[in-house]
């Protein structure tokens, strides 16, 4: 039988990050939640390091990620790489729990307003209750409003205490179209043929397909299309064997130049790739990136982004096939970093365009907190799709949702 914890990939989940002071209760209010030992609870300043994710599904909001954070309050140069971290994990947050410790809410302050600047809605929460006197509880939570100007949420952790309060609270926060995967949109309905074109390379794995694939298959049986799947070099049969042209064709980016030869007129084209971008990132800014490519010159600088961290494979997308079409255009001396995961550098004014992959391991707050970054440092950016169709010079012609 399935498992929808472990099936529903952490990009497609909920992120729920925890952040106050060290020794706030963080980590027992993670284990309040989940009703498991979830996260390591000690009496000694700092116990939790680097931010520790865990999937879990629960009550009411379905699949998560919980995000336990270090102390924002942590101090000396350890320390300071420690917050660094933490703040690096609210790119990735969905909703933030902000527990509090004291009656100084300096530090609770400031982190407020960061999460309200980059609207991520938070709950103050005042744990601990069973430690305080009704009366300085009262108090606490006055001074909480004054400070923050929001009513907190008041829980033991420990005890237990209101934990369905907080949970209540949490769902309020939840976005009622959340977690409803909307890859295609308005591009085919019920009833109609879509062709799927699955070039199966050293980049996918033999017996699997990539995830996008399988996001995209999914949905559009959910949407009661037909579907017909070939691989590039079965375009031509697969077309001359159907009744009539495919209402959408979608393919993998890297044969655009191929699938459109043979595209039928009347058929709609896009891609995998284009089809994430909307659906994790901003398909609209990405489009206006992908006209730097027009202004790059052989002395230009261009990140490539990967979400994944896999080990570089022969014709690698990112690392080998784009560049060599960039520096075909442009010149051999054109500069192309690379950078996987989490290494997005902070300073992006170096770079003349960033060209980002689909996401498919991120979730969308990730990836729009990187375009957000790109678009206030003024640097243009755009997805792999997307440059691309630039690339082959269709990228007018192109569909997305």
């Not at 600088?301 to 997308?317: F, G, K």
């Not at 990836?367 to 440092?377: D, G, H, I, K």
Request: net charge negative.
């Amino acid at each position: 039988m399935s498992d929808t914890i472990n099936d529903t990939p952490r990009s497609g989940r909920l992120h729920i990050g925890i952040y106050g002071r060290r020794n706030a209760g963080k980590s027992s209010l993670i284990n309040a939640i989940t009703g498991h030992d979830t996260a390591i609870v000690s009496d000694t300043a700092g116990t939790t390091t680097d931010p520790v994710y865990k999937s879990m599904e629960i009550h009411g909001l379905g699949p998560c990620v919980l995000i336990d954070t270090a102390g924002f309050d942590d101090s000396g140069p350890m320390g300071k790489l420690r917050v660094d971290k933490t703040r690096l994990a609210l790119d990735k947050t969905d909703i933030a729990l902000l527990v509090l410790a004291g009656d100084d809410m300096t530090e609770e302050k400031a982190w407020a307003a960061e999460l309200r600047a980059r609207k991520t809605p938070f709950i103050p929460v005042i744990n601990k209750m069973d430690e305080r006197d009704p009366a300085e509880l009262e108090t606490f939570r006055a001074t909480v409003r004054d400070a923050l100007g929001q009513e907190p949420v008041t829980v033991s952790a420990r005890e237990g205490t209101n934990m369905a309060a907080l949970r209540e609270a949490m769902l309020r926060l939840v976005p009622a179209d959340w977690g409803k995967m909307d890859l295609t949109g308005k591009l085919c309905q019920e009833g109609d043929l879509v062709m799927l074109v699955m070039p199966q390379d050293i980049q996918a794995p033999q017996g699997r397909l990539i995830l996008p694939q399988v996001q995209v298959t999914r949905e559009l049986l959910d949407k009661k299309c037909v579907i017909v799947s070939c691989t590039t070099d079965k375009i031509v049969p697969a077309l001359n064997s159907l009744s009539k042209p495919p209402r959408l064709i979608i393919t993998d980016s890297q044969v655009f130049a191929e699938v459109w030869k043979h595209k039928p007129a009347e058929s709609l084209l896009t891609s995998f790739s284009i089809l994430m971008a909307g659906y994790k990132g901003d398909i609209e800014e990405f489009i206006r990136g992908a006209a730097a490519i027009d202004r790059l010159t052989p002395h230009s600088h261009v990140l490539i982004a990967e979400a994944c961290t896999h080990s570089p494979l022969a014709e690698d997308i990112g690392r080998e096939k784009i560049p060599r079409k960039l520096r075909a255009l442009v010149g051999e001396t054109l500069d192309v970093q690379v950078v996987s995961g989490t290494d997005f550098p902070e300073d992006l004014t170096p770079y003349d365009l960033i060209i980002h992959c689909g996401a498919c391991m991120f979730n969308r707050t990730y990836m729009l907190s990187r375009v957000r970054r790109a678009r206030e440092q003024g640097v243009p950016i755009c997805n792999y799709g997307v440059a691309l169709a630039k690339l082959t010079g269709i990228l007018d012609k192109v569909v997305h949702a």
